[in-house]
């Protein structure tokens, strides 16, 4: 009877406790994260009574959370996935609400703009349409500032939001470093409290509606949580340590998020991203929907100005000036689009007229109209002289042109329209080489004329010059009236009065004193010799101020300074005198004291300066005495400077002769005379100067002739050089023909001209002298700017000048004559309105698209997304009710089943309680037998 109640005992125990596991999963049937315990029951050892073994009854074993871990993984991962899309849907469909709304969308606001400026181009003189035209123009503007600041405003929010959200999940990792510690007291997850349990996989849910994560339990079922892809990156909780997750956003337009793992911690670690969760899906908003969304509309603002503000510069207002920028920008702002305002007040200057004007001569015989417009010319070849060619004329300064047999011309350098003063010098010409000066249009205004074959060659669209051109030579060599553009163009040598500066007793500046003009040659060759009569240059050659020169022969052999100046004096041009000269200074380091010397003018004789008894001269001074002794036979004096150095000169008689220096070398060209100077002779320059009479005739100027060649220029000591006298009146291309190795130097002004309004005021006509031709005529001038082939075949049929461009209605007629002009008296048109009008349907933006389509697509673009997030959504929404629901098959409480087991184990507990009774009937029995 004993083992009768024992068991018994047992079993109510049991039973006991398994009705109050089913009660407690019953009571907790709508706990949130309650997992349902079962009962485990386990049947005691049996006893041993003789051969049988008799059984003991039940013991309760213990109580197990019903729970999957995948299931749970699951759960987790397909929570994140569907809190991620939250945001984004309804952040998204704000951005929609607000770029795609009539009242605060941009698409109305420039189809305002646009109507407005179609209404002002019909009356462009009316101050009711330039009222309205200007009250358009802010509406585009505060439309785009409401826009940004909307934009901006949900910038805010989602970054409060991120804020929060990521304090939120600070907290929850803190809270599951409590629970890991309480686990870390059992020693097993089979020990630990079901409650507990509950308790870490609900924060971990919780966790994972903000972020999806990765995580790793242990023995104790404390858990390490990662928001990385992996438990290396992004590890925010390990065992009971909690590191925060830190978040910072950049000031750039960018809008660009920084997570950061335990910043201030000893190993902070950054996250890329998080791939999902609410945060997760703020991140993504911010990153696909806002920040392309204000960039774009910052785009669309920059694009817009930069458009209607070059319409606007370009065209008049209705004071007559060129217009400025209609819209401006303030910088301080971070996104350009909420700082963006009208940049005028006054209606006036609003600029709608053309700064260019085509009027159609009333006797054309066709009715073809023009339509004017003007487009910046693209930089062509050769380089502006300011990129090719530094400011210094000096020949020390000067760069090295080689010019090959492949190619045997060089495009040395442009010169551009408004270059003040251009001078470039030609030095070490060789045989054979010349030099011309040619426009784009192939108008040749300096050199000598090309032949057929120079001109196919050169006159080409890769080497600068305009593809329809004609080459021309009407104005070569052509000065005062007869030139082009009545321009001062020189080629050869050149020499003007200049002004000295004078100071009063006070240090301060006076007028400048005139100077007459001075052309001073370089030394000539040593070595010049003519031919079998002595003849150096030939007649015609070479010409002064215009005077045609003879031939230049020579007597001694060797042509002398002296003779080239007699030479030029022959010309008797009034007021012009040539003198030559030769000078050499010798710095005294360089002298030789020890060495002897012998010295020469050419008519003079042979003569040695021996060194003294001493074996040297004592200094400088002697070695003169020495040298002033033999003057007189050698015809070479010496004086020495202020600085010390040793001065050689000829005698006057002699003056500008060779003057020739010896003993001869030592080997390898080493100097053995006293001057230290290689031994030879050295010859003599050449100075002009022209008295200041007559004002009207005071420069110099030596030219070539028609036979001339820049030898004969150079045989004077002279540099070859193009001179343009004050600011250049048209962009001219300097090249030089012939094979060889030259050096090229400049001076000049650099140009500050600006091209478009330069052309402005310089008014020209369009002449069609037949179908197929016409010419470019200078009003002012009366010169023919170009001649030119025309494609009436072309469609549109159009040229272009300048940047100026002439579309045509048709073909024009021979005859037909068109007036271009800067529109200085006819303020009163439209053709900057038109333009402004046209923009409308230009496609400015990258991709082929309007303004108003380039906004159109990316509210498109928007509102895509925000389709694609509803989509997504509710297909993650059934992805996550099916986790819930195999979470619910597994953990989650059924009242039926409780029920079934609550009745079960309430008649397993009454009979294990009869068996009990009877247990304690029989024992009574027993003692009543007793």
């Known amino acids: ?7 018994s005992s047992t079993a109510v125990m049991a039973y006991q406790r398994a009705l109050g596991t089913v009660s407690n999963n019953i009571a907790n049937v709508g706990t949130e994260g309650y997992s349902r315990q079962d009962v485990s029951l386990t049947a005691n050892t049996p006893s041993k009574q003789g051969n049988v073994y008799i059984g003991n ?21 397909s929570q994140s996935d569907l809190t991620t899309q939250e945001p984004m849907l309804s952040y998204a469909n704000r951005v929609v609400d607000i770029m795609g709304g009539e009242s605060t969308g941009l698409t109305s606001a420039l189809n305002q703009f646009f109507d407005a400026a179609r209404d002002l181009s019909a009356d462009p003189a009316s101050g009711i349409q330039r009222a309205n035209f200007m009250a358009k123009s802010d509406n585009v503007t505060s439309r785009f500032r409401e826009l940004s600041g909307q934009l901006g405003n949900i910038d805010d929010e989602t970054r409060e939001a991120i804020n929060v959200k990521v304090a939120e999940l600070n907290t929850l990792v803190v809270q599951l470093a409590l629970v890991n ?6 020693v097993s997850v089979d020990k630990q409290p079901p409650e507990l349990l509950d308790q870490r996989d609900r924060v971990l849910q919780q966790i994972s509606s903000l972020s999806r994560i990765t995580t790793k339990f242990d023995a104790k079922g404390a858990v390490s949580v990662s928001l990385g892809s992996s438990m290396q990156t992004g590890l925010v909780l390990a065992g009971i340590v909690a590191k925060p997750l830190n978040v910072s956003f950049s000031d750039g337009v960018d809008g660009k998020v920084e997570l950061v793992v335990d910043l201030y911690g000893p190993a902070p670690r950054g996250i890329a991203s998080l791939s999902s969760g609410e945060i997760g899906g703020l991140l993504s908003f911010r990153e696909q929907v806002l920040a392309p969304a204000r960039n774009a509309l910052d785009d669309l603002a920059r694009t817009f100005v930069s458009e209607v503000n070059g319409i606007h510069r370009d065209s008049l207002d209705a004071y007559g000036n060129p217009g400025g920028d209609l819209f401006q920008f303030d910088v301080s702002y971070e996104h350009i689009s909420q700082g963006m305002s009208v940049a005028i007040d006054d209606p006036l200057k609003i600029a709608v007229a053309g700064q260019f004007r085509v009027l159609e001569s009333p006797f054309n015989p066709s009715p073809v109209d023009a339509r004017i417009g003007y487009e910046a010319p693209v930089a062509a070849l050769p380089s502006d002289i300011s990129k090719v060619l530094d400011n210094n004329p000096n020949p020390s300064a000067a760069k090295t042109i080689a010019i090959g047999a492949t190619q045997p011309f060089s495009m040395l350098t442009s010169i551009a329209a408004g270059t003040v003063d251009t001078v470039v010098y030609l030095d070490n010409l060789q045989a054979g080489q010349q030099v011309q000066v040619m426009t784009r249009e192939g108008v040749h205004v300096l050199g000598s004329e090309l032949d057929d074959d ?50 009063d007793d006070t240090g301060r500046p006076m007028d400048g004193v005139p100077m007459e003009a001075t052309l001073k040659g370089a030394r000539i060759q040593n070595d010049l010799t003519g031919d079998a009569g002595g003849e150096v240059i030939a007649s015609g050659a070479l010409m002064l101020n215009g005077q045609e020169l003879g031939a230049l022969t020579t007597a001694a052999g060797t042509l002398q300074a002296t003779e080239i100046a007699a030479w030029l004096n022959a010309a008797s041009v009034e007021g012009l ?15 030789q004291l020890n060495r002897s010397l012998t010295l020469q003018s050419t008519s003079g004789t042979m003569s040695t300066i021996n060194t003294p008894a001493s074996g040297s001269f004592a200094d400088v001074s002697e070695l003169m005495t020495a040298i002033n002794a033999v003057r007189l036979t050698s015809g070479v004096q010496a004086t020495v400077s202020d600085s010390g150095d040793l001065v050689l000169e000829n005698l006057p008689a002699y003056a500008g002769e060779h003057i020739t220096i010896g003993p001869a070398d030592l080997s390898l060209g080493v100097p053995d005379n006293a001057l230290g100077l290689t031994a030879g002779a050295i010859g003599g320059q050449v100075t002009l100067t022209r008295s200041l009479a007559d004002p009207n005739a005071d420069e110099i100027r030596i030219s070539l002739g028609e ?83 025309f494609d009436p075949l072309l469609l549109p049929p159009t040229i272009r000048y300048r940047g100026v461009e002439l579309t045509f209605t048709s073909p ?31 496609r400015v ?58 009745i079960r184990f309430q008649q397993a507990y009454q009979a294990s309680a009869k068996v009990m009774q009877t247990a304690s009937t029989l024992f009574d029995a027993i003692l009543r037998v007793g």
């Open 454 to 503: 120079a001109q196919n060659t050169i006159l080409r669209e890769n080497f600068g010059f305009v593809k329809e051109s004609r080459y021309s030579t009407s104005y070569l060599n052509q000065t005062g009236d007869l030139a082009y553009r009545m321009s001062d163009l020189f080629l050869g040598a050149k020499a003007a009065p200049t002004l000295r500066q004078v100071f």
């Open 181 to 186: 510690k309480q686990l870390a007291k059992a």
């Open 577 to 591: 005198t040539a003198s030559a000269s030769n000078q050499i200074v010798i710095p005294s380091t360089q002298l």
């Open 1 to 7: 009877m004993s083992d009768l109640l024992s068991i």
């Open 57 to 77: 009854g039940v013991r309760f074993a213990g109580i197990q959370r019903q729970v999957d871990d995948f299931v749970q993984s699951n759960l987790r991962n």
């Open 812 to 842: 024009p007629e021979m005859g037909d004559l068109f007036s271009v002009d800067g529109n200085h008296d006819g303020i009163g048109n439209n053709e900057g309105a038109l333009r402004m009008v046209e923009l409308e349907s230009r």
């Open 707 to 789: 036979t001339g060649t820049a030898i004969d220029l150079q045989t004077l000591g002279l540099r070859m050089g193009v001179y343009i006298e004050g600011a250049a009146s048209d962009e001219y291309l300097v090249v030089v023909q012939g094979e060889g190795e030259l050096k090229a130097a400049a001076s000049y002004t650099a140009s500050a001209l600006d091209q478009k309004q330069a052309v402005r005021g310089e008014p020209f006509d369009i002449e069609f002298t037949s179908r197929t031709r016409y010419t470019i005529t200078d009003k002012t001038t009366g010169t023919v700017l170009t001649t030119r082939n």
């Open 845 to 902: 933006v990258p991709g082929g698209k309007t303004l108003s389509e380039a906004y159109i697509q990316k509210v498109s673009d928007v509102g895509n997304l925000a389709q694609q997030a509803l989509v997504a959504k509710d297909a993650l929404s059934v992805v996550y009710d099916q986790a819930v629901e195999a979470r619910d098959t597994v953990s989650g409480v059924s009242l039926d089943e409780e029920a079934a087991a609550l």
